[in-house]
């Protein structure tokens, strides 16, 4: 039943951001309505509870970027639609926070690379969408563009290094005038500390005495 009550979703969100594109032309525009509608309808049928919640946002954004990549739509400016929708219909909740904004940028990038779209320009409009988004709702700007350039990391990285090193070029320097900072998830890889041990033990390989 849950199975097809998030096929009845995804299909949903699509008709109807097709529609809406087909009949503006304006991406970002009628994604910003029909998914903050979509995510504001299910926190109420959900009374806000957080499993939940992630699961219906990733069954929008499943829908959304389906709907854009059949029309050739922009996907940067989809998933810049994306972020500001899903803030602005989790707002009710109190769920329009950096840790939603995260979770929406994996979703995002996740659902991209299963379909070969542009994961650069998904990225990039990730950040875009959050620094509007927070503008709106009044949060740290630099915080939401982190957060969603760490989010969409966190998934290029598990796609694949080529996904993570495209995702990394887009979000390099500054995004809507936003310095974007990057808070890599593979942060154990880079501690100085390691890093002092491993030359030591190959000083010792190369010179047992």
């Known amino acids: 039943m849950e199975k097809q ?3 009845g979703l995804i299909d949903s969100v699509k008709s109807s951001i097709v529609r809406a594109i087909e009949g503006t032309g304006d991406v970002t525009g009628a994604i910003v309505n029909a998914v903050s509608k979509t995510v504001a309808k299910s926190v109420e049928g959900l009374g ?6 992630v699961h219906s946002i990733a069954d929008v954004i499943q829908g959304t970027i389906q709907a854009v990549m059949g029309v050739g739509g922009d996907l940067g400016a989809a998933a810049k639609g994306i972020v500001v ?13 950096r840790d939603t904004i995260a979770q929406t940028a994996e979703s995002v990038i996740k659902t991209t690379a299963r379909m070969s779209g542009d994961l650069g320009a998904a990225a990039k409009g990730l950040v875009e969408g959050a620094i509007q988004g927070a503008k709106e709702l009044g949060l740290d700007v630099t915080e939401a563009a982190s957060a969603a350039a760490t989010g969409a990391l966190k998934a290029a990285g598990d796609v694949g290094s080529e996904a993570g090193e495209r995702v990394r070029n887009a979000l390099t320097g500054t995004i809507a005038g936003v310095k ?3 808070k890599e998830p593979f942060s154990s890889r880079a501690k100085p500390r390691n890093r002092t041990a491993s030359r030591r033990d190959l000083a010792e390989e190369q010179d047992p005495s």
């Not at 806000?48 to 919640?53: C, D, H, K, P, V």
């Not at 929708?85 to 926070?97: H, S």
């Open 5 to 7: 009550q998030n096929v």
């Open 48 to 53: 806000g509870i957080a499993t939940s919640l």
């Open 85 to 97: 929708g899903v803030l602005r219909g989790a707002r009710e909740a109190g769920a329009a926070n």
């Open 180 to 182: 974007v900072v990057l």
